[in-house]
């Protein structure tokens, strides 16, 4: 079983700043990739920003220099610090996994996971 557990978000004025943390546990052999993903009312789930094992991140153009994705993989925890916030960020944020796990036969599969989500509402 793996669990994502996300905190942070909320309601927050254009240009304020807000922070979302997401904690990975349970049966995890290693971890390929962390992020966050948002989906706003009526329009399909799209990526926000990601990071790897290695630290590479990418960005959705929308906000490149505007949030920053890092981790504590001591933690098995990624963070998305979203600064100069704008109402078109309004969406519920979720976090996704994408790790190795291991199986009762002793392999391991890769495979996705996702956060309940929260929400972010950037008021005008």
């Known amino acids: 079983q793996v669990q994502l557990v996300e905190s942070g978000g909320g309601l927050v004025q254009t240009g304020g700043s807000l922070r979302l943390s997401c904690a990975a546990s349970g049966s995890i052999f290693s971890i390929n990739s962390m992020g966050w993903y948002r989906q706003a009312p009526g329009k399909q789930r799209e990526l926000v920003a990601r990071?790897?094992?290695?630290?590479?991140?990418n960005y959705a153009d929308s906000v490149k220099g505007r949030f920053t994705i890092s981790r504590d993989t001591a933690k098995n925890t990624v963070y998305l610090q979203m600064d100069s916030l704008k109402a078109e960020d309004t969406a519920v944020y979720y976090c996704?996994?994408?790790?190795?796990?291991?199986?009762?036969?002793?392999?391991?599969?890769?495979?996705?996971?996702w956060g309940q989500g929260t929400q972010v509402t950037v008021s005008s």
């Open positions: 990071i790897t094992s290695g630290g590479m991140t």
């Open positions: 996704n996994l994408n790790a190795n796990v291991p199986t009762k036969s002793g392999r391991y599969f890769q495979s996705d996971y």
